[in-house]
């Protein structure tokens, strides 16, 4: 057995085995790469753990440094499942405003260019008036009907 114990170990002698191995045989501690010693008793107490039906705390299987945290729970699920849904909604709400706006700008858009292609049709038929007056010698009677 990787942490020294009987059949019969309680709980609590688990834990205290697995927190003083940990403290012996960590990586850091013992200042080797080799963290094969140290794996093997994490997978044995999370293997004690698991065969009573309590997860206390777990180490993730690293060279280095060890992480200390909480099982997810069903309400952790839940939680993280809501606060995705509303990240979800939030970032397609965002993506529908984005849409309305380019419709709106878009449609600004075509209206101004319209009107600029009228100004311009319009420019293009006062010079083509102005073209056909001159043309036909108007111009002159018409300044002589100022004087």
Known sequence: MALGL????????????????????????TGSSDASAYNRIVEAYNFLCKDNGNIALT??????????R?????????????????AKQRKKEEFEKKQKDFAAQYEKQEADYKRAMEAIDAIRVARSIQSMIWANGMEKDWDDDKN
């Open 59 to 68: 180490h993730s299987k690293v060279v280095g440094k060890t992480t200390k």
């Open 70 to 86: 909480q099982t997810a729970s069903n309400a952790d699920y839940y939680r993280f499942q809501k606060k995705a849904e509303k």
């Open 6 to 29: 009987g059949i019969s170990a309680s709980e609590q002698q688990i834990k205290m085995a697995y927190k003083d191995l940990v403290k012996k045989c960590h990586p850091d501690v």
